[in-house]
């Protein structure tokens, strides 16, 4: 059997401004379980680059360890990629963005990577906002260890042996909102047409992005009792609002009724519209959006769509005020301007 990919190409499939079809933003073939839901997170970020017309060599993807953190392989097969050690990840991340602002960096972790040994790093690649979309496969549970329940595991839900979980449960979404995100969406590895709107914004916006995807595990976490399963997000799932990306470079020839769509203008002067139809939800609303997930998480309910954003936000750079150039640009006297330059520096500290 091959598990190599074909490179063949119809001649018709669809250019984006590039001249790049879908094909030319795939990565390997995927060794993941059939119908994990990793897979799906992989094609929305394929689909979501594409219509961006983003060059794949200006992405960087960054992972884990973990089913999620093996998801990167399968996608942007072009792109700067670095598999970093067990809940690490943002911590590479945030050393290659402060060597390089240029790139567009994308970040893959999972439950286990983000929500327990990566718990800490996840904090303070917040504070920092870091300008990242930061993907979470969440699924509940260790898919490449056989199944324990993970941190994000709910409460009462059990595993596929019958163990009944005793612990509560992380929200992560609750949490970088808590930590100061300015954009926190949630999705559904299920909802294609959702997750790909949702990436789309999430690039163009300047700061830390944040995507909870639920993705079920089909092989360890997706039976009766499961709180991760295909079974139970369809029974408990609400939809906050439907969302739409539209680039700044694009005119907006629309009809907007009054009162049924808002318009939330991003850091770059890209807009996201946001349609409601579930409840009122202000998205730009940091209480609002806090109190909407609590009374969700006491409603056994799982809120999806754009839960967040903060249309002004500041990234790590404008709040450090870094070099704007990357650091392998600048020249040896860039670097090292003498010890006149130093002096001054340290006379300032005294």
Same mark, same amino acid.
């Given at each position: 059997? /091959? ?13 984006n ?5 879908y094909?030319?933003?795939?990565g390997s073939l &995927? ?9 799906a997170i &992989?094609?929305?970020?394929v689909q979501?680059?594409h ?6 060599h ?11 953190? +093996?998801a990167p392989t399968?996608?942007?097969g072009q792109?700067?990629? #670095?598999? &970093? ?5 943002p911590s590479v991340?945030t050393g ?8 567009v960096?994308?970040?893959? %972790?999972?439950?286990?990577?983000? /929500?327990?040994?990566? #718990?800490g790093?996840f ?8 300008n ?12 490449l260890?056989?199944?324990?329940? /993970?941190?994000?595991?709910?409460m009462? %839900?059990?595993?596929k042996?019958?163990a ?5 449960d992380?929200?992560?979404? $609750?949490i ?5 995100a $300015? ?7 299920g909802?294609t047409?959702?997750?790909? $709107?949702l990436m789309k914004?999430a690039?163009?916006h ?10 079920p595990?089909?092989t360890f976490?997706?039976?009766?009792? %499961?709180?991760?399963?295909?079974d139970?997000?369809r ?13 700044i470079r ?19 002067? &890209? ?5 409601h139809?579930?409840h009122?939800h202000?998205e ?10 609590? +009374?969700?998480?006491h ?12 249309p002004?936000?500041?990234d ?16 040896? +006297?860039?670097l090292?301007p003498g010890? /006149? ?7 300032g500290?005294?």
């Amino acid at each position: 059997m /091959s598990y190599k990919k074909s490179h063949f190409q119809h001649p018709s499939l669809k250019r984006n401004e590039l001249g790049l079809t879908y094909r030319d933003y795939e990565g390997s073939l &995927s060794t993941l379980c059939a119908g994990c839901g990793h897979d799906a997170i &992989s094609a929305a970020v394929v689909q979501a680059c594409h219509e961006l017309s983003l060059p794949p060599h200006r992405v960087a993807k960054m992972s884990g360890i973990g089913c999620s953190s +093996k998801a990167p392989t399968y996608f942007l097969g072009q792109a700067h990629g #670095f598999n &970093s050690v067990h809940g690490r990840m943002p911590s590479v991340a945030t050393g290659a963005n402060m060597a390089n602002r240029d790139l567009v960096y994308i970040g893959m %972790s999972g439950d286990g990577d983000t /929500s327990n040994i990566g #718990f800490g790093q996840f904090a303070h690649v917040i504070r920092r906002q870091m300008n990242m979309m930061y993907i979470v496969a969440n699924n509940g549970v260790y898919g490449l260890t056989k199944g324990q329940s /993970s941190a994000t595991a709910k409460m009462g %839900s059990t595993s596929k042996k019958g163990a009944v979980n005793p612990l509560a449960d992380i929200d992560l979404a $609750t949490i970088a909102i808590d930590m100061g995100a $300015t954009f926190v969406a949630r999705g559904f590895s299920g909802d294609t047409a959702q997750l790909v $709107t949702l990436m789309k914004a999430a690039m163009a916006h300047r700061g830390f992005a944040f995507i909870d995807i639920v993705s079920p595990c089909v092989t360890f976490n997706n039976h009766k009792g %499961s709180g991760y399963s295909f079974d139970y997000f369809r029974e408990h799932a609400e939809l906050v609002n439907m969302s739409d990306f539209i680039p700044i470079r694009e005119d907006i020839l629309v009809e907007v009724p009054e009162n049924e769509v808002r318009e939330v203008i991003l850091h770059d002067g &890209s807009m996201i519209r946001l349609k409601h139809v579930a409840h009122e939800h202000d998205e730009t609303n940091r209480l609002d959006a806090l109190s909407a997930l609590h +009374k969700a998480h006491h409603d056994d309910t799982v809120l999806t769509g754009l839960l967040y954003v903060d249309p002004n936000a500041e990234d790590m750079h404008d709040v450090l005020g870094t070099a704007a150039r990357p650091l392998n640009d600048l020249t040896e +006297k860039e670097l090292c301007p003498g010890m /006149s330059i130093l002096d001054s520096i340290n006379n300032g500290f005294r």
